[in-house]
């Protein structure tokens, strides 16, 4: 099993480690894309128009910028400190247990738009670029990235995704893939049960999956196993389009 996370937004304040190796981040296949993107990113980061450019907020885009422009000294810190968005606090990496972290380093992958993927053991440091944004001059970050993840990736199981979409568009995997979506359920006016997509409660429940699928020591090898897994660890769950996708439903 091949579990795939987007990073987030939200991430650490500051390393405390050795500045950033290139040639000592997993997946050394995605070097010359990396080095690509972390010369176009400086580049930009030097323009007037930065901000705009790399669709930063206005309250963080300075710190952002700044951050940007020293990421080749600045301090690193591990991918499993580094993002702390509501999938990430979720997936609550320090409370599992020993088998269930060396699993975790081993078995999942996290996508970025600067770095291409990481394990939960690269050190980098705090940056902010979206896999959704273009980036001059390399054009969309999910175009770029997708050849050089389509050679560097290649499970030989199957893969659990929880990618938000900007991410999904920039690997799609060869091995069987099970993307993980989130739905609500509640009774509408006529008490007929009704179906919404949720957003931030998806990005928990997507976490908290991840969490017990590592702690509980699974390893489904096909979408049917990984269905009982789940329904097994508590969940309301059912395959779709043929096993390429678990809705998971989280009753109001």
């Known amino acids: 099993m091949l579990i795939v996370l987007p990073p987030s937004e939200g991430k650490a304040s500051d390393g405390d480690g050795?500045?950033?190796?290139?040639?000592?981040?997993?997946?050394?296949?995605?070097?010359?894309?990396?080095?690509?993107?972390?010369?176009?990113?400086?580049?930009?980061?030097?323009?007037e128009d930065a901000a705009h450019v790399l669709a930063l907020p206005?309250?963080?885009?300075?710190?952002?910028?700044?951050?940007?422009?020293?990421?080749?000294?600045?301090?690193?810190?591990?991918?499993?400190?580094?993002?702390?968005?509501v999938l990430h606090e979720n997936l609550a990496l320090e409370s599992l247990n020993a088998d269930a972290r060396r699993a975790a380093e081993e078995q999942i992958v996290i996508l970025s738009g600067l770095w291409g993927a990481l394990r939960l053991t690269d050190r980098v440091p705090p940056y902010r670029l979206a896999m959704g944004l273009a980036l001059p001059p390399l054009g969309a970050l999910a175009a770029f990235w997708r050849p050089a993840l389509a050679r560097a990736l290649r499970p030989a199981g199957l893969v659990v995704d929880m990618r938000s979409a900007p991410y999904a568009a920039a690997w799609r995997p060869a091995a069987p893939c099970t993307a993980v979506r989130v739905l609500r359920q509640r009774s509408g006016p006529d008490g007929t049960p009704r179906r919404t997509v949720v957003s931030h409660a998806a990005k928990a429940t997507r976490g908290k999956i991840a969490h017990d699928l590592l702690n509980a020591g699974v390893d489904p090898a096909s979408p049917e196993e990984l269905l009982k897994a789940v329904r097994d660890l508590g969940y309301t769950a059912e395959l779709a389009d043929g096993g390429g996708r678990l809705d998971v439903v989280l009753h109001a």
Do not use: I, K
């Open 18 to 47: 050795p500045p950033l190796r290139l040639e000592e981040l997993s997946f050394p296949e995605l070097r010359p894309a990396r080095e690509r993107a972390l010369a176009a990113l400086e580049r930009v980061c030097r323009r």
């Open 58 to 85: 206005r309250t963080q885009a300075q710190e952002a910028l700044r951050r940007n422009r020293e990421l080749r000294r600045a301090p690193t810190l591990p991918a499993s400190r580094l993002y702390t968005g």
